[in-house]
């Protein structure tokens, strides 16, 4: 990875941030959860992948239906959460799966 591409890539999130701040104050609540949750447990591929923009797109379609964000996801932020990635390997995958493996698997 270049210094090109770490410009490119900050230049990326600021422009998803700005997009998140366009979004009603409840939106943008529930989005800050979804991201924390997403960081703690979220898939291996979240910083560099579509997940985090679909979901402002997601919540920019619901602000334009005129929809709350409890409609569009309900009141369980982590299920949603959950749902999203059900098919996503992710952080936690891989650490049980480094606990279960049998000493010495890796070739040390």
């Known amino acids: 990875m270049g ?3 770490i410009i490119e890539g900050k230049k990326q999130w600021r422009a998803h941030v700005a997009r998140v701040k366009e979004l009603p104050p ?3 609540i529930v989005y800050k ?3 924390k949750y997403l960081f703690k447990v979220g898939p291996v591929s979240l910083s560099d992948g579509p ?10 379609g619901g602000v334009a239906e005129g929809k709350g ?3 569009l996801i309900g009141t369980d932020v982590a299920a949603f959460c959950d749902d999203l990635i059900k098919d996503s ?4 995958d891989a650490y049980r799966l480094s606990v279960s493996a049998e000493p010495g698997a890796d070739g040390k």
């Open 69 to 71: 964000v409890v409609e």
């Open 51 to 60: 997940l985090l923009p679909e979901i402002v797109d997601f919540f920019e």
């Open 33 to 35: 959860e979804m991201q």
């Open 89 to 92: 390997p992710t952080y936690t």
């Open 3 to 5: 210094i090109q591409d």
């Open 26 to 28: 409840d939106y943008q």
